[in-house]
């Protein structure tokens, strides 16, 4: 079964060719960074019109890797929700009409679960039950996977995403954009103990995040030294701050594994290809605890997951209707 992977929900257009869910044929990737960069963030009328232009040639170029032609397709896999309106309904009528033309199946896919995917694409014998982390730009989800397809989201941010907080706290550091990977690689020189932050704390038992305290104080510690005319320890703020996320995450997922009885915890999303976030969890796991990452490239945005999750859908006859609307708001 050979699939076509289709993802546009975001700043990334991307298109990959995916053999039996298990063998990447061509992976292509083309971020818009460089457009966003000026205005420090994305622009959603932007994207939308930048996923117009690259995608058919992404999707020519993805082809031309995997060695393939339109008509060895079996199936054209796309990311449906959640993301940006305009963004998704690029690459979702790109795909309608391949399926159309080509008589294929369509598999309509949920962007969060393709991040957890990339997790079965690389580790081919992982198998629920399984607790999942989906840490990205917009996201930071927190399932229980008692088995094939059956999700239970056990918590979710209560304001900002964990992606979107690191790259709030690069801008507050000036220290550009996107601000995840320019955070991490600040820190590495930085002392993780030398500012105090706020862990965040809620009076009920629950499995929900939130990040914006510990963004903030990050920035009322640099506004502070700023009135003093102090230079701002860039370093060793974003030391701090990451730790505190890593620990902030750490607690809660491996709460969430002892709850659900599971030996195994995956995680997804840009913000887990961080590797002292992966370092972090790995050195802080209890006993007979597992934890999967996917490679770097396979935790930002890209289509091979995406059309890797498609292939037990299709296997199991659960394709999607030409209706296929986008759901910038879904869920697990
Ligand atoms: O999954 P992704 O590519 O797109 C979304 O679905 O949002 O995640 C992008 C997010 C951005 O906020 C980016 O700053 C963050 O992931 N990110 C990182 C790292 N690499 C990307 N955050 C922390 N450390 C990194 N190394
Ligand atoms: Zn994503």
Redo the contacts with the bound molecule.
Sequence with gaps: MVILGIET??D?TAAAVVEDGKRILSNVVSSQIELHRQFGGIVPELASRSHLERIIPIIEQGLIEAKMRLEDLDCIAVTFGPGLLGSLLVGLTVAKGMSYALRVPLVGIN?LEA?LYANFLTHPHLRPPLVGLVI????TELVYLSGERNYQLLGSTRDDAV??A??KVARILNLGY????L??KAAREGDSHSVPLPSVHFKEDTFDFSFSGIKTAVLYYVMNLEKKGVSIPTADLAASFQEKVAEVLTERVFKAASLKEVDRIVLG???S??LFLRSFLEKEKPKGLKVFFPPPSLC??NAAMVAACAYPKLKAGLTSPPSLDALPNLNF
């Design positions: 929900s975001c990334e962007h991040h990205s730009g917009g996201h992606g979107e690191f790259d996107p601000g995840g990977p955070v991490e999303g840009g913000v290809s961080n930002t945005d």
